[in-house]
């Protein structure tokens, strides 16, 4: 079942997972791949293009490369922002929030049980705050159930699942989370776009 439509007045904002969802998962430090960059460039592009009035869009991921101490952390933090940075000088995102963190940190520096850390909503509300999105419809896309969490913890109506054996891992959050199928959304093939697209009528 589709979600309704957005109302053409009110401006869209979107709130995009990058591992598994821009790109195949291929596991911690992946962000840095350039086939992966260029992947996420093309198809951050391709959403943009869609619309007759240009959504929002905002990268929201969780990156844990060093907090397993794949990559040395500031090294890693560097070119991160870096890439990100370059998406958003060249107005393809509107901005980003990152989460290095993780409760099981190897790089003690990083082990915390945070709030901006997916399914955890604390990154969506920092945007929501920076950026003004309050009177914005907004929209999640990920491809695990943590994005999902995400998005219906922030009262986020729209919420995209990009299908995979491990998007219903409900392993990856918390017990007092409740049963995934409490949480709306609507599923989606791998190759998704233009069937995320389909959902706007220009």
């Known amino acids: 079942m ?5 109302d053409k007045g009110i401006s869209l904002s979107i709130f995009i997972d ?3 969802t821009l790109w195949e998962d291929f596991g911690p430090g992946h ?9 996420a460039l093309n198809k951050l592009v391709e959403i943009s293009l869609h619309f007759k009035k240009t959504p929002k869009l905002f990268i929201l991921t969780n990156q844990t490369a060093a907090a397993r101490k794949i990559y040395f952390y500031p090294l890693f933090w560097f070119k991160v922002t870096l890439f990100l940075s370059s998406l958003k000088l060249k107005k393809i995102i509107a901005g980003f929030y990152v989460c290095y963190h993780h409760p099981n940190a190897e790089f003690t520096l990083l082990r915390k049980n945070c709030s901006c850390r997916k399914p955890l909503p604390g990154g969506i509300y920092k945007i929501i705050t920076k950026y003004n999105l309050e009177s914005s419809s907004k929209w999640v896309i990920g491809d695990r159930i943590t994005d999902i969490l995400a ?19 409900m392993n990856q959050a918390p017990k007092d989370f409740g049963d995934f ?5 609507t599923f989606l093939p791998i190759n998704c776009w233009d069937e995320i697209l389909e959902y706007i009528d220009d």
Do not use: M, T, V
């Open 151 to 169: 998005g219906e913890l922030a009262g986020i109506e729209r919420k995209f699942l990009i299908f995979r054996k491990e998007s219903l891992d």
């Open 18 to 20: 990058l591992d598994g």
């Open 31 to 39: 962000i840095l791949d350039y086939h992966a960059q260029k992947e």
């Open 181 to 185: 199928k409490n949480y709306s959304c």
């Open 2 to 6: 589709k979600p309704p439509r957005i």
